[in-house]
């Protein structure tokens, strides 16, 4: 049962443009390497510069996924293909945010083509997790295992290895008008990971689970993976091998997954309400009914009805909503920070918004109709709650507006950085910092938390890690939905 939904009344308005850039910015304090000289938040610095080289490979580079010093790839590239997603729907809009958006994508596909240079092999993670998170300190002093996992032919991971392959897809299309080469190598090397995910199909949780679970274990199976991947390569190359895989595999996908029960709900037929890091059902159809609307003779597919469905478990006027609303009118689904679903979800809205649009539909749930304004509308109340029109008064987004998170549950932030503070702090250095009730030190500007709990309170504690920890897959998908607004600020 879906909680009431009692809308705040706020005649606030937000600036989209200036939390756009900040949620870019954001990227630049998770980066893991060696930072350049126009690194602009420039309390980090060089860390895990040594990552690979204990097995001969060059593994520097990356994101770290959250607050923490570890490397997940199967989150990592989700992030990144939301944010070549944002960019390709919504990049003209982003001016001069543009290059630094770009470069976000960048920093994330170079470590890609490392991590998928050795054929045979993918690598999915750096670092053990349970060293680093019996650990609090910064990156930069980062003493703990630096452990390299990888997935192989006899021991697969199709999730991770397709979920880079699509990210690899996406960011070459965003670099074709600026850099064709760089395109053409990120599209080569997705066919050739996608092709290793699909002939050696298996879970990785299966032969890396205890280092990537319960961290990033993958719940929902591979299979909606494989096929994310292959409708990115679609779009990417229009090769109809891609196209057909797709075709092939949804049913399988819709009609495989058993009944699962979230909150008293039942989910059958591939959970077509749910995405994702973990789970891609809902962007597969979001994503693949734009192609189904511009193409003729394609028969019947549940693309276009399963995206329908989606819409309709969000809407609060719907009949079949299965999504919560918090009194303050925030998007709550079962799962982890909550944050993520608001700020992916929100995204899925406005992008399904413009393929409605552009197709002259409207979605129907039951006897409600919804328009895509409607759809913008409900988006665009997760995204000024979350900017500051709830309950609290307060922004999410560390740095926007004059109150917000000041504990977040980050080892970089909450530690002194390298400057003020240039002797090691070890594993144990860190443990005062954390447990200290004072504001962190560093300002991870541009930063969304997990936010607050379904009654809208939140504690702003850095022992909360639900509520505190900012990771990159709920900031990825809300830089396109920020650009949206950006250039439709009404």
């Not at 690598?123 to 192989?152: I, K, L």
Request: hydrophobic share 40%; aromatic share 12%.
């Amino acid at each position: 049962m879906a909680a009431m939904v009692i809308r705040v009344a706020c005649s606030q308005s937000h600036d989209y443009g200036d939390a756009l850039s900040k949620s870019i910015l954001f990227f630049e304090g998770q980066r893991s390497g060696k930072l350049p000289s126009s690194q602009r938040m420039t309390w980090r610095k060089d860390s895990a510069l040594r990552d690979g080289y204990e097995i001969g490979v060059d593994l520097v580079g990356g994101y770290y996924d959250a607050g923490d010093n570890v490397k997940f790839n199967f989150p990592m590239a989700f992030s990144t293909t939301m944010l070549a997603w944002s960019v390709l729907e919504f990049g003209k809009g982003m001016s001069s945010d543009l290059p630094h958006a770009l470069d976000a994508i960048r920093w994330a596909t170079d470590y890609f083509l490392k991590a998928t240079s050795i054929p045979g092999f993918v690598f999915v993670q750096v670092g053990d997790p349970y060293g680093d998170h019996n650990c609090w300190e910064r990156p930069e002093d980062m003493d703990t295992p630096r452990t390299p996992f990888a997935v192989s032919k006899q021991f697969p991971g199709s999730e991770v290895s397709a979920e880079i392959a699509a990210a690899l897809a996406a960011s070459a299309m965003v670099f074709r008008p600026i850099d064709l080469k760089y395109s053409a190598r990120l599209l080569k090397r997705a066919r050739m990971v996608f092709d290793f995910a699909d002939k050696y199909q298996g879970s990785y949780n299966d032969s890396l689970g205890p280092w990537v679970c319960p961290f990033y274990c993958d719940f929902s199976g591979y299979e909606d993976e494989l096929v994310w991947g292959a409708a990115w390569l679609f779009k990417a190359t229009k090769q109809p091998i891609y196209w057909n895989y797709v075709l092939q595999n949804i049913n399988e996908l819709e009609s495989s997954a058993t009944v699962k029960y979230i909150n008293g709900v039942s989910y059958l037929g591939g959970s077509f309400a749910e995405f994702g890091w973990d789970s891609k059902h809902a962007g597969i159809n979001v994503l693949v009914s734009k192609l189904i609307m511009s193409m003729s003779g394609t028969g019947s597919t549940p693309f276009i009805q399963n995206a329908d469905k989606f819409i309709c478990t969000l809407l609060p006027e719907s009949p079949t909503i299965s999504a919560s609303y918090s009194p303050g009118g925030l998007l709550f689904k079962p799962g982890g920070s909550n944050m993520q679903h608001a700020t992916t979800l929100s995204f899925l809205l406005v992008v399904y918004a413009r393929y409605l649009k552009l197709s002259s539909r409207v979605v129907h749930c039951g006897n409600v109709v919804a328009s895509p304004a409607r759809l913008v509308k409900l988006a665009k109340g997760q995204v000024d709650y979350i900017l500051g029109s709830n309950p609290l008064g307060m922004s999410y987004m560390v740095g926007y507006g004059k109150k917000f998170p000041q504990r977040i549950h980050h080892r970089g932030s909450s530690l002194p950085s390298v400057g003020q503070h240039p002797k090691q702090i070890d594993c144990k250095g860190g443990t005062d910092y954390y447990y200290s009730k004072n504001p962190n030190p560093n300002l991870l500007i541009g930063a969304l938390v997990g936010g607050p709990d379904i009654k809208d309170s939140y504690a702003d504690s850095r022992e909360d890690f639900v509520q505190s920890e900012p990771t990159t897959y709920i900031n990825a998908p809300f830089v396109g939905v920020l650009a949206y607004f950006k250039s439709r600020p009404s």
